[in-house]
């Protein structure tokens, strides 16, 4: 009898430390991983809409570089993008290719679009993304002088052609933790559908959260 109470003490010791252990262990991977959702090109009248209301319903806030030129076209989604939650970032005036560009030039671009942000959005985000990811490393020194952040990307959906499956399709074969996805919602020269993105989004969102338990963080939340 004295033997059993023994054994049992044991194992009663020994399970509770596996408890102890694995919950310790644990802690880390607890924590839901957070990966950023993020919209260039933008703002414009249908499919930005469309994207905001598929982040409205889903609970999900996400990072939309815009240009001034869109922003001037469409103050009101512009406003709508920051109302919502999202975080806002700078993507040149005319979605220019700024590393062949002088420095006068993307000044004056990165200034306008800057003061748009401000005055529209109401946001003071100092986050950039050069249109194409096309900058050099002294650009973006410049740029971090003058207080902004530049923002690249590591989960290229090439939503801009490809078809709605194949943008998840995408996503989901190369998730992971702190990730950056780039996906349009818009075109810059407004010539171009986003209706595949539009397509892609709710079920992207679905995946990542029952598959691989993702929360979706915006790029300031991700870098602080
Ligand atoms: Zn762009």
């Known amino acids: 009898m004295k033997f059993v109470r023994i054994k049992l003490f044991v194992c009663l010791v020994i399970l509770i430390a596996a408890v102890s252990f694995s919950s310790c262990s ?23 809409l469309q994207i905001l209301d598929i982040l409205k319903e889903k609970n999900v806030k996400a ?20 109302n919502e939650g ?29 003061h748009l942000i401000d005055s529209t959005c109401g946001s ?33 959906t090439r ?17 992971h933790k702190g990730g950056i996805v780039l996906m349009h919602s818009a075109d810059y020269s407004d010539m171009q559908s986003r209706a595949e993105t539009v397509k892609a989004l709710p079920e992207i969102i679905d995946r990542l959260r029952s598959e691989y338990h993702y929360s ?9």
Do not use: C
């Not at 915006?218 to 870098?223: A, F, P, R, V, W």
């Open 26 to 48: 644990r802690d880390p991977l607890t924590e839901d991983p957070t990966i950023a959702l993020t919209f260039d090109d933008g703002p414009d009248s249908l499919y930005t």
């Open 63 to 82: 990072t939309f570089f815009l240009t001034g030129k869109h922003i001037r076209q469409y103050p009101l989604v512009a406003k709508r993008i920051v």
């Open 86 to 114: 999202h975080s806002v970032g700078n993507h040149t005036y005319s979605h220019l290719y700024i590393s062949s560009s002088s420095d006068s030039v993307i000044n004056y671009e990165i200034l306008t679009t800057q």
């Open 124 to 156: 003071n985000s100092k986050l950039f993304r050069a249109p194409w990811g096309a900058i050099t490393v002294q650009q973006v020194k410049n740029l971090e002088l003058q207080g902004y952040k530049n923002i690249s990307w590591d989960i290229d």
């Open 159 to 175: 939503d801009f052609e490809s078809t709605s499956e194949e943008i998840v399709n995408f996503v989901m074969e190369h998730p």
């Open 216 to 224: 979706f963080v915006t790029i300031e939340q991700l870098i602080k």
